[in-house]
């Protein structure tokens, strides 16, 4: 669960109009040096770790990003039996492996922050996670639309959230044969080429859908991801590695609740601003709003490929053009106004092909020019 808690709540910016003039109104809650804890992750009942993110919140009116919590001390409870800690892994994230929990039982996590404070959850049952169907793509005039297909044969399931990470490949449209090092042109190393690289993204907005007003527990082609045509995404190869969580009702509702209010905002008639309530609470002061809900479940992956010619046509939008630079200018050009050699021509002689930096090293564009261990 890697969405930014922080940023999305209390999200609200209000203008009125008075006889034609505009006056900002920045209401108490943005103003105020809102501190509250916001928790962020699950409890995995299947193989893989449970991560838990502490931070706190901070003002809409603050630059600064949000604050770790650090040097904390979490712990996974049973109802019955069993205690898990957590280790501090750094930067906020706390984490545990594989804990055996008894799918029987109910669990919750109980924090003690660095100053004493005490925050816990409430008990929460484990929701196993049927396995994700399929993610299916569908090619249209103006991009490419992903969907995940779940079903439980049970009729136990009901509530479904997704998270994904996007990878994709993607190339420089000149291959550089030189570097430019120390005021001289060298050839490239292998090593050093950057003519390939890949990008990652992890998803932010929220993806889940209900089957509880259904005759059967199936989600057929729920909305994931849109990409639209001429996006470097698909320009050679994309993947999306897809994550399925079993939800409570309760837990829909607060997720339900907690996109209405982070990515509905804006039109008139659409969901207004409000506290969303969660499900951890503050041992020390009971009236003080914390952030998140803890749910447990299992998790169900699958990871799909997209290549280019499965969706050609399909035009990159990076207009590149190139120059030709003489020997006697190299320093002007690759020193001073970033741009970067692609290799050496014949004629005119002492004479060189280049191009600006992001259309010959890709690392240029975000990505990096180390092959992920998972890509075919």
């Not at 009942?45 to 993110?53: A, C, E, L, R, V």
């Not at 979490?74 to 019955?80: A, D, I, K, L």
């Not at 809900?293 to 035009?315: D, G, L």
Request: aromatic letters at 12%; hydrophobic letters at 35%; charged letters at 20%.
């Amino acid at each position: 669960m890697k969405i930014s808690l922080v940023k999305k709540y209390l999200f609200i910016s209000v203008l009125f109009d008075f006889g034609g003039c505009k006056e900002v109104y920045i209401p108490p809650a943005i103003k105020a040096a809102n501190n509250f804890l916001v928790v962020d992750g699950f409890l995995n009942f299947g193989q893989d770790s449970t991560i838990i993110n502490l931070s706190r919140a901070r003002s809409l009116m603050d630059t600064l990003p949000s604050v770790p919590e650090l040097n904390a001390q979490v712990t996974v409870e049973g109802q019955g039996s069993g205690l898990y800690p957590l280790n501090e892994v750094g930067n906020g994230e706390y984490a545990v492996n594989q804990m055996n929990l008894n799918p029987d039982q109910l669990y919750r996590i109980r924090i003690t922050t660095t100053s004493g404070e005490q925050y816990v959850s409430d008990f929460v049952p484990i929701k196993p996670t049927p396995p994700i169907d399929s993610i299916n793509w569908i090619r249209k005039d103006d991009g490419v639309n992903i969907y995940a297909n779940a079903h439980d044969p049970t009729n136990n399931t009901k509530y479904y959230r997704w998270e994904y990470t996007e990878t994709w490949e993607y190339h420089s449209p000149y291959d550089s044969y030189l570097e430019y090092v120390n005021k001289q042109l060298v050839s490239r190393d292998s090593s050093r080429k950057v003519l390939a690289c890949w990008s990652t993204l992890k998803a932010t907005n929220i993806f889940m859908a209900s089957s509880a007003n259904l005759s059967q527990d199936v989600i057929y082609e729920s909305p994931l991801e849109f990409i639209p045509t001429g996006s470097e995404k698909i320009s050679v190869k994309y993947s999306i590695l897809v994550k399925q969580f079993a939800l409570t009702r309760e837990a829909f509702e607060y997720w339900q609740n907690l996109r209405k209010t982070t990515e509905q905002v804006g039109g008139l008639f659409d969901a207004q601003p409000s506290q969303i309530t969660g499900n951890i609470h503050s041992v020390d002061h009971p009236g003080q709003p914390v952030l998140g809900f803890i749910s447990a479940s299992s998790q169900a992956e699958k990871r799909i490929y997209i290549t280019n010619s499965e969706v050609w046509p399909w035009v990159d939008n990076l207009f590149c053009t190139t120059i030709k630079v003489r020997s006697d200018s190299i320093d002007y050009y690759f020193g001073v106004n970033g741009y970067i050699p692609i290799t050496a021509l014949l004629s005119p002689p002492n004479t060189y092909l280049a191009s600006l930096g992001p259309c010959v090293d890709c690392t240029l564009r975000g990505g990096t020019n180390i092959k992920p261990s998972f890509w075919p």
